[in-house]
């Protein structure tokens, strides 16, 4: 359906951005992705990739509420996905 690709889409591109702004951490003077972009990508959708590059990357895990942010996001998909197949 719509909602999967959307939701896979967003995955794919939240998962890049983190990829980008891990790599950007590591080069000084790079453009780094604004910590309030990757939590509206998360939340728009991408929670899936924001957890994948917390793991895989390692990135951003040493930010308790960062975390907290990408858990809320998890539990709001979940809930939205909950209401959407029970309806």
Do not use: I
Not at 32 to 50: D, I, K, M, P, S
Not at 68 to 84: C, D, F, Y
Request: net charge positive; with cysteine.
């Amino acid at each position: 359906t719509v909602a999967v690709c959307v939701s896979m889409s967003g995955t794919v591109t939240t998962l890049v951005m983190y990829a980008w702004d891990k790599r950007a951490s590591k080069r000084p003077g790079a453009q780094r992705v604004c910590e309030r972009t990757l939590h509206l990508w998360a939340l728009a959708g991408g929670f899936g990739g924001a957890l994948l590059g917390q793991v895989w990357l390692r990135h951003k895990t040493r930010h308790a509420s960062f975390a907290v942010v990408t858990w809320l996001a998890v539990a709001v998909h979940a809930g939205a996905w909950v209401w959407w197949l029970a309806r």
